[in-house]
């Protein structure tokens, strides 16, 4: 990979990087303007160091219940391998595309170069200007599609929520970071251990215990409801600052609409019916697909 500096831009072989257009844990995306196609791109920066450095607090230390870490992820960069190789497998119009992988061995970053998404993320949480009932239909029947595509690929994303909805030109919603996603065989991943963001996990994800496994498919349902209930109201359902309080809220308290916005009893009743504590109970993803809202 050539980096020069030249004048006050980075230029990765065709690639010119400009302005800082995400970040968070994983690290950042810039956007990147092609000299061969004259297309930009969202290039999402990891850095390697780093991330042998985060994995390592994460690693579980071996013990009796818990069997050791399989060799294939000994080495983080596996984890970044195994989310490029399942990006590789996707192509749907509501998952964002990967384009390619720039890793030169010798250099200190790994770039993903990602489609741009012209107007990035579809709602920044909190707001006090949350989404109209009609317009959260469409970004929640687009996000429904690209989840139905990543279940039906035996993929469970396991980080639903708005910034991570990016929103197209043409009004089109793109699920993006597959940071923490898995591929699962037979009908269902088994999870275990949490991974996402905290106010949007299940409550059965949150519950202790070793060995215990808890239904992929079911948590990618309670996070999207977390997020529609987060399109229209403007702020999440269950809100603290201590996670361990968090915790508690998710698993006991019932999920609460204001006064204000109003919004319908249907989508009270379809955001109630994916928002059930028991993921046995838990509307599953062709019962929202199907629901009254869903389809009106
Ligand atoms: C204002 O205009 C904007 C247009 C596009 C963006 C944008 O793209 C941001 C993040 N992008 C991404 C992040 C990802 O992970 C964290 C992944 C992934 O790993 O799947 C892929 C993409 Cl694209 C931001 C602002």
Redesign the pocket.
């Known amino acids: 990979v050539s980096q020069q500096k030249s004048e006050s831009y980075i230029q990765l072989n065709q690639y010119r990087l400009m302005e800082e ?2 970040q ?1 844990s ?1 690290g950042i ?1 810039k956007l990147a303007y092609n000299e061969q196609d004259k297309n930009l791109y ?1 290039m ?1 920066v990891l850095d390697k160091i780093k991330l042998l450095k985060n994995f390592a607090c994460f690693r579980q230390p071996p013990t009796r219940h818990n069997k050791p870490i399989p060799s294939t992820l000994k080495n983080p960069l596996q984890l970044v391998q195994r ?1 490029i190789a399942i ?1 590789k497998k996707l192509s749907h119009p509501n998952v ?1 595309k ?1 384009v390619e992988v720039l890793d030169d061995p010798n250099d200190n970053y790994l770039y ?1 170069v ?8 579809v709602l920044d949480i909190p707001t006090e200007n949350p989404l109209t009932e009609d317009t959260a239909w469409s970004y929640f029947r687009d996000t429904l599609r690209g989840l139905e595509y990543l279940h039906y690929q035996k993929i469970v994303h396991r980080d639903i929520k708005p910034s ?1 909805l ?1 929103l197209s030109d043409s009004g089109h919603v793109k699920i ?4 923490v996603s898995c591929e699962f065989e037979g009908i269902d991943a088994f999870l275990s251990g949490t991974a996402g963001t905290p106010a949007f996990m299940a409550p059965e994800a949150l519950t202790e215990g070793a060995n215990h496994f808890y239904s992929g498919r079911a948590q990618d349902i309670w996070s999207l409801g977390i997020t529609l209930y987060a399109f229209v109201i403007g702020s999440v359902p269950f809100v603290e600052n201590y996670v361990i309080a968090l915790h508690k809220k998710i698993k006991n308290d019932a999920v609460v609409f204001p006064d204000k916005p109003d919004i319908s009893d249907l989508l009270k009743n379809l955001i109630l019916g994916m928002l059930k504590k028991d993921p046995g109970h838990r509307l599953m993803l062709h019962e929202v697909k199907n629901h009254d809202w869903t389809t009106r």
Not at 114 to 121: H, N, T
Not at 176 to 179: E, K, L, N, V
């Open positions: 257009i995400g968070g994983y995306v969202a999402k989310e990006l964002v990967l993903m990602f489609e741009f998404v012209e107007r990035g993320a991570n990016l993006a970071d597959f940071g």
